[in-house]
């Protein structure tokens, strides 16, 4: 690992690769290509530092240049270990952004790259599971004095802001992206939904089609992934806690039943719940020889790897991101990516089409928070409908879409109790 001006990056002459995957993406980022030359003009953060932690691979690549166009000094980190790509990383700081990731780094360097994105100090952030919150709240308190607010990508990392919120420990407002419209409804379904199935069928190179695929949760990640493989022609059977989303999995025609019993049936298993141990010990103890296990959850807990390895005899990598484990009985279940996120650490994650109106929300919201800060006191903040809907306008105008709009007459009628 090199050190290059601010920056720390794997290897610089990987940098031409990079810039081809951002060239290749920004392509296909209209509603992304038309915030940036608004931002372009109108210079939204001049003069501030903004630090970023997501996924660090072509498409966050390219959110960060936007936000650097719109004036910033950004500074950017990966948001999992093996989702970061190295010649993304290099391409960035070639392009005056400056960068601390690493593919695959130890826990210990993970942790010490986050924090060395935080000591530039920034005043807005972009974060992705919580892990740049947790570390201005807790061990580094210093490194967030300046901080005005930011925003939060996933499910996950709002569910640790609301704790937070809730026990009156947040210290600046955090845009809740994930709950916007245009982020759960067509990035959590249909960019999970396909990414998650690219990254398992890359990695594994098998057959879905008349194989039992078991997806635990059925939130807006868990309906995409469910979707997805009932279209590759997959037996799908559910497992939930919530029972109107078991219902509702019902109805679009999967099985839903407990985890106990979906074990015994599954030839590949999904997990996206964004909890811990959905599938454990007592689940292995039922599962078939040569069940398939990955995780499409922001940490690595929902599959519990230590219960495996201490019920496994041996342990081997058999293909690249895919690990197999023996029990002594001789079955073998194989991990995918570690438990990691396997769409992104095992493929490319969602389609550039897709982030682009997730991304296109992150940058708009940040402007957002940057301009409201002081009014929005310190919470989990909603995106405001108004900015969803241009997300979603920007959207159909790069689709060669219309829509109709309501006439006066109609406008009146919706807004009286008295019109019939």
Known sequence: MEAVEKSIVTDMSLAPEGHLKIDWVQAHMPVLNRIREQFEKEQPFKGLKVTISLHL?????YLAKVVKAGGAEVTITGSNPLSTQDDVCAALVEDGITVFAKYNPSPQEYKELLIKALETKPDLIIDDGGDLVSILHSERKDLGVQVRGGAEETTTGILRLKAMEKEGKLEFPMVAVNDAFCKYLFDNRYGTGQSVWDGINRTTNLVVAG?????????????????????????VIVTEI?????????????????????????DFFVTVTGNRDVIRGEHYEVMKDGAILSNAGHFDVEVNKPELEAMSVSKRTVRRNIEEYQLADGRKFYILAEGRLVNLAAGDGHPAEIMDMTFALQAISLKYV??????????VVSVPYVLDE??????????????DALTEEQKVYLDSWAEH
């Open 390 to 403: 241009q997300v979603a306008r920007y959207k159909l105008a790069s689709l060669g879409t219309s829509i």
């Open 211 to 235: 194989k039992t695929v078991v997806v635990v949760g059925y939130g807006w990640c868990g309906k995409g992934v469910a979707m997805r493989a009932k279209g590759l022609g997959a037996n």
């Open 57 to 61: 691979e072509a498409k966050t690549a």
């Open 370 to 379: 940057n301009e409201q800060y002081e009014s929005l006191g310190k919470t």
């Open 242 to 266: 919530d029972a109107i989303k078991a219902v509702e999995a019902y109805m679009d025609g999967f099985a839903v039943m407990p985890m106990s019993e979906a074990a015994k049936l599954g």
